[in-house]
């Protein structure tokens, strides 16, 4: 009983889940959870849920495929016939292309069984056994399972018991294997071993297989109880025990009114010699049947009425199994009709996604473009300002160096007293061409030793002193200079530094506000630790920084 009710606590589970995101969600989680509804033959809920997704819901050919292949199943499970197999093979030419064994596998087997009400039985088998193959790369032995009973149930049909019971002894293998909803496949397949060894006159292996159903009655739905009490019915025919082929058959139908099962308590009434109900029970069978199923027992009860002399009877019949086939005929016609106008809608639906994702896809590459351009543009503009800036800084003070010769002295001696000094040579007593004073002493009082410098001037020797204090005397980080101070500084320095403007100019190609940089803290012989000090680097970046200004140079004797 535990085992019935985790089984129907599930499937609650899974219909609450369906209502929940029948109306939201994405169409690929919807469709696996009409999976769910399929695993559990809940066969009206699923295809009711399927009818809720609209076209236009499918947004990807995954989508397209998988719908194509539940609906290929709601309609082979509804006994419907499609005339041609136009929907399902999108859905095998898409799960070949991705790799999806076990979705192309079920593909081939739903091809296999449509295949076969068509009567197209050759290709019905080749696309079942096909699908076996595949199958066996796959870890669904339920799904093997069912292509073996498919097969199996072909053969049997066809009178092919030995091939049928060959393939029935497979599905057996791997109907024992599955470890969950056992209860849902396994009695369908002892029905049809059992059925298999009646046809083989093996009547004790025939008895015993349906008899093995029994177990699963309590844990089964309807739909499956139904089908062992129709089989436990038909295994007592032939045992000669039409009272209990009887009880098992009316079982059967108050669970879940069937043509089979119907068709098989009329011969159980003929047994009996009540060939009143056995009428009756025959016209319920062609009532309920499908199509196919209905021309089948048609064709049977015409033939006994010849062989009992009733010829009217079976002319009758005959008329009407030509009425009958003239319907199929035209419904398939219009299936046909449908299927090619919903091929053709998913064709176009699929070229006009391909179309807006071309028109997505150059709008994305003309704004990236765009950017792109916008970019450099703002990149170039960047840099000619920066280096106009370099320009005008190094102007302004090569005009007071021009203009206050007595300055250009004090500069150069102090730019080349901190450079000997970062090479660690200086010595107690200063160098010949050396001011007596400290080179940040120097710097702060050359612009007052000229009379009348002008303002501008007086400010700009002010803050080269500042700048040269702060990083060539201190080695302080300005790393967070504004790019507008960083240039002031860099033109102070090509003006200032005897040689390193030429250098930037003739020796170097394309340089960058760091490869500037790190020119003139390499040119006035700064320690690495001192550089990656005042540019805020790491080790690393310093090498990576060093390697980008050997590149740049445009000798071997520059870099």
């Given at each position: 009983?535990?085992?019935?009710?985790?089984?129907?606590?599930?499937?609650?589970?899974?219909?609450?889940?369906?209502?929940?995101?029948?109306?939201?969600?994405?169409?690929?989680?919807?469709?696996?959870?009409?999976?769910?509804?399929?695993?559990?033959?809940?066969?009206?809920?699923?295809?009711?849920?399927?009818?809720?997704?609209?076209?236009?819901?499918?947004?990807?050919?995954?989508?397209?495929?998988?719908?194509?292949?539940?609906?290929?199943?709601?309609?082979?499970?509804?006994?419907?016939?499609?005339?041609?197999?136009?929907?399902?093979?999108?859905?095998?030419?898409?799960?070949?292309?991705?790799?999806?064994?076990?979705?192309?596998?079920?593909?081939?087997?739903?091809?296999?069984?449509?295949?076969?009400d068509r009567n197209e039985t050759k290709n019905?088998?080749?696309?079942?056994?096909?699908?076996?193959?595949?199958?066996?790369?796959?870890?669904?032995?339920?799904?093997?399972?069912?292509?073996?009973?498919?097969?199996?149930?072909?053969?049997?049909?066809?009178?092919?018991?030995?091939?049928?019971?060959?393939?029935?002894?497979?599905?057996?293998?791997?109907?024992?294997?599955?470890?969950?909803?056992?209860?849902?496949?396994?009695?369908?397949?002892?029905?049809?071993?059992?059925?298999?060894?009646?046809?083989?006159?093996?009547?004790?292996?025939?008895?015993?297989?349906?008899?093995?159903?029994?177990?699963?009655?309590?844990?089964?739905d309807s739909f499956g109880k139904a089908n062992?009490?129709?089989?436990?019915?038909?295994?007592?025919?032939?045992?000669?025990?039409?009272?209990?082929?009887?009880?098992?058959?009316?079982?059967?139908?108050?669970?879940?009114?069937?043509?089979?099962?119907?068709?098989?308590?009329?011969?159980?009434?003929?047994?009996?010699?009540?060939?009143?109900?056995?009428?009756?029970?025959?016209?319920?069978?062609?009532?309920?049947?499908?199509?196919?199923?209905?021309?089948?027992?048609?064709?049977?009860?015409?033939?006994?009425?010849?062989?009992?002399?009733?010829?009217?009877?079976?002319?009758?019949?005959?008329?009407?199994?030509?009425?009958?086939?003239?319907?199929?005929?035209?419904?398939?016609?219009?299936?046909?009709?449908?299927?090619?106008?919903?091929?053709?809608?998913?064709?176009?639906?699929?070229?006009?996604?391909?179309?807006?994702?071309?028109?997505?896809?150059?709008?994305?590459?003309?704004?990236?473009?765009?950017?792109?351009?916008?970019?450099?543009?703002?990149?170039?503009?960047?840099?000619?300002?920066?280096?106009?800036?370099?320009?005008?800084?190094?102007?302004?003070?090569?005009?007071?160096?021009?203009?206050?010769?007595?300055?250009?002295?004090?500069?150069?001696?102090?730019?080349?007293?901190?450079?000997?000094?970062?090479?660690?040579?200086?010595?107690?007593?200063?160098?010949?061409?050396?001011?007596?004073?400290?080179?940040?002493?120097?710097?702060?009082?050359?612009?007052?030793?000229?009379?009348?410098?002008?303002?501008?001037?007086?400010?700009?020797?002010?803050?080269?002193?500042?700048?040269?204090?702060?990083?060539?005397?201190?080695?302080?980080?300005?790393?967070?200079?504004?790019?507008?101070?960083?240039?002031?500084?860099?033109?102070?320095?090509?003006?200032?530094?005897?040689?390193?403007?030429?250098?930037?100019?003739?020796?170097?190609?394309?340089?960058?506000?760091?490869?500037?940089?790190?020119?003139?803290?390499?040119?006035?012989?700064?320690?690495?630790e001192d550089i990656c000090k005042i540019m805020?680097?790491?080790?690393?970046?310093?090498?990576?920084?060093?390697?980008?200004?050997?590149?740049?140079?445009?000798?071997?004797?520059?870099?």
């Amino acid at each position: 009983m535990r085992f019935g009710r985790t089984i129907l606590l599930t499937t609650f589970i899974s219909i609450l889940a369906i209502m929940a995101g029948c109306t939201q969600g994405t169409s690929e989680a919807r469709l696996a959870q009409i999976d769910s509804l399929l695993e559990r033959k809940l066969y009206d809920s699923a295809r009711a849920e399927l009818s809720r997704i609209a076209p236009s819901d499918l947004k990807s050919e995954e989508d397209i495929a998988h719908y194509n292949l539940q609906k290929t199943n709601l309609c082979f499970r509804n006994g419907e016939v499609l005339p041609n197999d136009s929907m399902i093979d999108i859905s095998i030419k898409h799960y070949r292309q991705n790799g999806d064994k076990q979705k192309l596998a079920r593909s081939l087997y739903f091809k296999g069984r449509t295949q076969y009400d068509r009567n197209e039985t050759k290709n019905a088998l080749r696309n079942l056994l096909e699908a076996a193959g595949i199958a066996k790369e796959t870890g669904d032995d339920a799904l093997k399972a069912k292509i073996y009973a498919s097969l199996a149930y072909f053969n049997k049909r066809l009178g092919e018991n030995r091939y049928a019971l060959k393939y029935i002894k497979q599905a057996l293998i791997y109907a024992e294997k599955i470890k969950y909803d056992k209860a849902f496949l396994i009695p369908g397949i002892y029905m049809q071993a059992s059925d298999i060894y009646g046809n083989l006159k093996d009547t004790a292996n025939a008895i015993a297989y349906i008899e093995k159903c029994i177990p699963y009655i309590e844990h089964t739905d309807s739909f499956g109880k139904a089908n062992i009490y129709s089989g436990l019915a038909n295994i007592y025919n032939v045992k000669g025990d039409f009272e209990k082929a009887k009880k098992y058959g009316d079982m059967s139908i108050n669970l879940r009114p069937k043509h089979d099962t119907y068709y098989i308590l009329s011969k159980t009434y003929k047994n009996k010699g009540d060939m009143a109900t056995a009428d009756t029970m025959i016209k319920q069978a062609i009532k309920t049947a499908t199509p196919n199923y209905k021309m089948m027992m048609m064709a049977e009860i015409r033939k006994e009425k010849q062989g009992q002399g009733r010829y009217k009877d079976a002319a009758a019949l005959g008329d009407s199994m030509m009425s009958l086939n003239n319907s199929i005929t035209r419904r398939n016609q219009a299936d046909s009709i449908i299927e090619i106008q919903a091929t053709f809608d998913i064709a176009q639906k699929d070229r006009q996604q391909i179309a807006k994702l071309k028109h997505g896809i150059i709008c994305i590459a003309i704004v990236a473009i765009a950017l792109i351009a916008i970019s450099i543009m703002k990149q170039y503009t960047q840099n000619a300002l920066f280096k106009r800036k370099i320009r005008k800084a190094k102007h302004e003070l090569q005009a007071i160096i021009d203009n206050y010769s007595e300055f250009k002295n004090i500069l150069y001696n102090t730019l080349n007293a901190a450079a000997e000094s970062n090479k660690g040579n200086a010595e107690d007593g200063p160098k010949a061409g050396q001011p007596e004073e400290r080179p940040q002493e120097t710097m702060a009082q050359a612009p007052n030793r000229a009379e009348g410098i002008a303002p501008e001037a007086r400010q700009c020797l002010a803050e080269m002193y500042e700048m040269t204090d702060y990083v060539i005397i201190n080695n302080n980080c300005i790393a967070k200079w504004s790019n507008d101070k960083t240039a002031r500084f860099i033109g102070y320095c090509c003006c200032a530094i005897p040689g390193l403007n030429d250098k930037m100019e003739n020796d170097y190609t394309n340089l960058t506000k760091q490869n500037k940089l790190m020119l003139i803290f390499i040119y006035l012989n700064k320690e690495k630790e001192d550089i990656c000090k005042i540019m805020g680097l790491s080790e690393s970046a310093f090498r990576q920084a060093q390697n980008r200004l050997k590149k740049k140079a445009k000798t071997a004797a520059a870099a």
